[in-house]
């Protein structure tokens, strides 16, 4: 398997621009979590589905932050409008279910000036 | 207040060394404890995870300890190798997997 696999890795946009970040998970994984991580605060958890389900997005910072799952191999979380404090690495990982050990994509570098 | 905390910050040590990294957490209710390696540049890489009843656990050269009752961890390094530097990330899950709660972790940095 090729893992979970993120893009694009790398990406610098305006302030004011519309972002959106792209995940395919493990194929047969139940579980996608979307995480931030910045020097000053770690990694965060932000949101998580479950077959396709938004269960838990109270990590989520704030309204300009949206995340979707339309089916098992793809989910999608966008910035709009973006601000240079969105700058940060942000990882999508998979897991077989409930409990399991998570499996970390490579990461988006964002990059907002 | 859920909180992880490691120590040290960083770490540097000789190749063939030994070491071995704290972490203590108040998290509530505890579900298991895990340790990641994160590669400059790439993402945390599960090593180890512990449930309340297992004291070790091993992988490779590492070896994870956990004492439920005070709520302490250590991550042992056996025989450094160039390739273990990256920082370790101490891991608690109080939900069956689904909210984890991140130490700040610790950058290893083994030099020859």
């Known amino acids: 398997d090729a893992g979970v696999i993120q893009s694009p890795r790398h990406e610098v946009t305006e302030m004011g621009q519309e972002v959106t970040l792209r995940c395919k998970p493990i194929?047969?994984?139940?579980?996608l979590f979307w995480y931030r991580q910045t020097m000053m605060r770690g990694l965060e958890l932000l949101i998580y589905?479950?077959?396709?389900?938004?269960?838990?997005d109270s990590g989520m910072p704030e309204d300009r932050f949206s995340a979707k799952m339309p089916n098992a191999s793809f989910s999608t979380l966008k910035i709009q409008p973006s601000e240079p404090r969105d700058s940060a690495v942000y990882f999508c990982?998979?897991?077989?279910?409930?409990?399991?050990?998570?499996?970390f994509g490579p990461g988006t570098r964002l990059t907002v000036t | 207040k859920n909180q992880v905390e490691q120590s040290p910050q960083s770490l540097i040590i000789l190749e063939g060394k030994n070491c071995t990294l704290q972490?203590?957490?108040?998290?509530?209710?505890?579900?298991?404890l895990r340790w990641y390696k994160q590669d400059t540049g790439r993402g945390p890489v599960s090593l180890t995870i512990m449930t309340f009843s297992e004291n070790t656990k091993s992988n490779g050269r590492y070896t994870a300890t956990l004492d439920a009752d005070t709520k302490q961890s250590s991550l042992h390094i056996t025989a450094s190798q160039l390739s273990d530097s990256a920082s370790y990330i101490c891991?608690?899950?109080?939900?069956?997997?689904?909210?984890?709660?991140f130490g700040a972790g610790t950058i290893l940095r083994v030099k020859s």
């Open positions: 589905f479950n077959n396709n389900v938004p269960i838990d």
């Open positions: 990982a998979s897991s077989p279910g409930q409990g399991s050990e998570q499996y």
């Open positions: 972490c203590n957490y108040t998290v509530s209710p505890f579900s298991n």
């Open positions: 891991v608690v899950d109080s939900s069956y997997g689904n909210k984890l709660v």
């Open positions: 194929s047969g994984h139940d579980y």
